[in-house]
Nanobody, 120 residues
Framework: QVQLVESGGGLVQAGGSLRLSCAAS????????MRWYREAPGEQRELVAA???????SYADFVKGRFTISRDNAKNMVYLQMNSLKAEDTAVYYC??????????????WGQGTQVTVSS
């Protein structure tokens, strides 16, 4: 059973920083791309950042220059460093990864999400 669990969310003032973490666990063979999404109330879930196994990164325009995605392949973890936070960044942030389990084909997995609230 493969699971993704996010942590690090919370309440922060505008201009502040948070670091989100996501740990993959279970019967994992390999992890391919890893991503962070976010979903604000009443809005569609949107891609925030992505990173390949080799470490190539990509970002949505609305976070470029403020957020940094990274990963630790040895620990099966992905991180999102969020700086210069804005009230508009308030959302539930979801970890996402393409994972090959020990028995079965590659699948896209989702975490349960962690709440990030930015006060103005």
């Amino acid at each position: 059973q493969v699971q993704l669990v996010e942590s690090g969310g919370g309440l922060v003032q505008a201009g502040g920083s948070l670091r989100l973490s996501c740990a993959a666990s279970g019967n994992i063979f390999t992890i391919n791309a890893m991503r962070w999404y976010r979903e604000a109330p009443g809005e569609q879930r949107e891609l925030v950042a992505a990173i390949t196994t080799a470490g190539t990164t990509s970002y949505a325009d609305f976070v470029k220059g403020r957020f940094t995605i990274s990963r630790d392949n040895a620990k099966n973890m992905v991180y999102l460093q969020m700086n210069s936070l804005k009230a508009e960044d308030t959302a539930v942030y979801y970890c996402n990864a393409d994972i090959v389990p020990t028995a079965g084909p590659v699948r896209r997995y989702w975490g349960q999400g962690t709440q990030v609230t930015v006060s103005s």
